[in-house]
């Protein structure tokens, strides 16, 4: 029985209907958003002058990207100078 859960989660995953789109309610510069699932941050707009994704410890500039994988826990910082539009697909 034990070894049964693990693959019906495995096959689930084929079958089951993809994570809402979430529209982020973007405040003042910099936002900053943590996600709680994984999945991406999608970024279009607006004038971006700075991205930062912080992982524990670790701030990385990724600056340019408009597509972001993000892991539970990760906190992504956007700088911007005209509102871009976030949103957030969860997997």
């Known amino acids: 029985m034990f070894l049964i859960a693990p ?4 096959f689930q995953q084929f079958v089951q209907k993809a994570a809402a789109v979430i ?8 936002f900053s958003y943590t ?16 991205l930062l994704l912080m992982r524990g410890d670790v701030s990385i500039n990724i600056t340019g ?4 994988p993000m892991s539970i826990g990760d906190t992504i910082e956007v700088t911007y100078s005209v509102l871009p ?5 969860g997997s």
Do not use: E, R
């Open 35 to 50: 996600p709680n699932q994984l999945g991406h941050v999608v970024i279009t707009g607006g004038n971006v002058t700075q």
């Open 7 to 10: 693959w019906i989660q495995f």
């Open 23 to 30: 529209g982020l309610n973007v405040t003042a510069s910099p």
């Open 65 to 68: 990207q408009k597509i972001i």
């Open 85 to 89: 539009t976030i949103q957030f697909l």
